[in-house]
């Protein structure tokens, strides 16, 4: 009898570490919180708690389009979601509760798609954006008013371990649509990334600056939100860049003039017009998941004037960036950018991110190998 008794108590003991070992709360949970959470074959499971909804359905970004789901509700008001697996990297998710679109209040909020949302993260096994028992730099918030835009612009500089001692490049970064100046910082895990890679001594040291990625006035906010507007946004990005935002980090921060430029998607449009714009200020330029707007057949590079590259002696560094499984478009704007540099004999690095779609590990991983190869 005693030995009999014994045995529900060794499976369950059994169930609960195999189910441990199977399951990984994501990385994005709140303190305390239990889901979501993902098993070793990538499905997820949500338990979210909303008892009057009639109908709760999973949705989310990019990463999340062919992913399906089932749906059950408990008679506790618990909602349980499990899906199919999922793509590695860090996905933008919600709920449609009734119709209406709802963050999961198990998770931090990122603002992504143009508000506050939820995230998740699905492990790819990499550690080289995971924070590590080295010196850690510091992310510190500053701003200045611009006339152009005639207003105050918020900004974040990334300060590296042992900041102070000697004067240091600064690399210039831009986040993409619907995001903001905080997504580098949390989704992007750039803290983390520049502290392991100068740890390691695979980077030089260096400030960054993560500016933000809209400069309108107040007219011109008032235009419908086309790329004709982003076109314009990005000019007088340009503009705000070099007579207002290097003036300002180069009087107040330890610079030492050496100056590169990079972004994701939108800012990669932005960091590309303002590089090859001023291709005798910037020693590199980084297009992570690239984008060209206004461009046609006859004209690909009609708001974007690459042939500048040609004519500076000075050549910049160029990168190319791009998730294995984004969307033909960026792919299309890629080839662009690769067939022009070929054609031209401009040399380039091209890297492709395995298995990522056009979210923030492709970006991290982008960040990771540009970051080494520049100010070199």
Not at 140 to 150: A, F, G, R
Request: charged residues 25%; hydrophobic residues 35%; glycine residues 8%.
């Amino acid at each position: 009898m005693q030995y009999s008794k014994k045995i529900p108590l060794v499976l369950v003991l059994f169930s609960s570490m195999i189910f441990s070992q199977t399951y990984k709360i994501s990385s994005t949970v709140l303190p305390g919180k239990e889901f979501p959470k993902i098993d070793a074959g990538k499905k997820a499971e949500f338990r979210v708690y909303f008892p009057d909804a009639k109908s709760v359905h999973l949705d989310g970004g990019d990463g999340m389009k062919s992913i399906k789901s089932s749906v059950s509700k408990d008679k506790d008001g618990f909602w349980n979601i499990s899906t199919t697996p999922m793509e590695i990297g860090f996905h933008y998710y919600w709920f449609n509760v009734d119709g209406q679109r709802t963050n999961d209040p198990n998770t931090q909020l990122y603002f992504g798609y143009s508000q506050p949302t939820s995230g998740i993260e699905v492990p790819s096994g990499e550690d080289f954006f995971i924070e590590k028992n080295v010196r850690h730099g510091k992310i510190v918030n500053d701003s200045l008013h611009s006339q152009i835009t005639e207003s105050q612009r918020n900004f974040k500089v990334y300060l590296p371990p042992g900041y102070g001692s000697e004067k240091l490049p600064v690399l210039y970064l831009y986040h993409g649509t619907g995001e903001d100046i905080t997504g580098w910082e949390k989704q992007g895990y750039i803290l983390n990334i520049l502290d392991n890679l100068f740890a390691e001594k695979k980077a030089r040291k260096m400030i960054v600056v993560m500016d933000y990625g809209v400069a309108l006035n107040p007219e011109q906010e008032k235009m419908p939100d086309s790329y004709s507007r982003t076109v314009l946004s990005s000019k007088n990005l340009d503009e705000i860049v070099i007579r207002e935002l290097i003036p300002y980090i180069e009087r107040k921060y330890k610079a030492s003039g050496e100056k590169a430029i990079a972004g994701l998607s939108r800012g990669s449009y932005q960091a590309m017009l303002i590089g090859v714009s001023h291709p005798e200020i910037f020693s590199a330029i980084g297009a992570f998941s690239p984008v060209i707007y206004e461009g046609t057949e006859a004209e690909p590079f009609k708001e974007l004037p690459i042939g500048n590259l040609l004519k500076s002696k000075k050549r910049p560094y160029f990168f190319i960036g791009i998730g294995e499984k984004e969307d033909i478009m960026f792919f299309k704007f890629d080839q662009l950018l690769k067939d022009f540099l070929n054609r031209n004999n401009y040399p380039y690095f091209p890297y492709k991110s395995p298995e990522t779609y056009h979210e923030w590990l492709t970006w991290r991983r982008s960040l990771y190998h540009f970051a080494q190869q520049i100010f070199r």
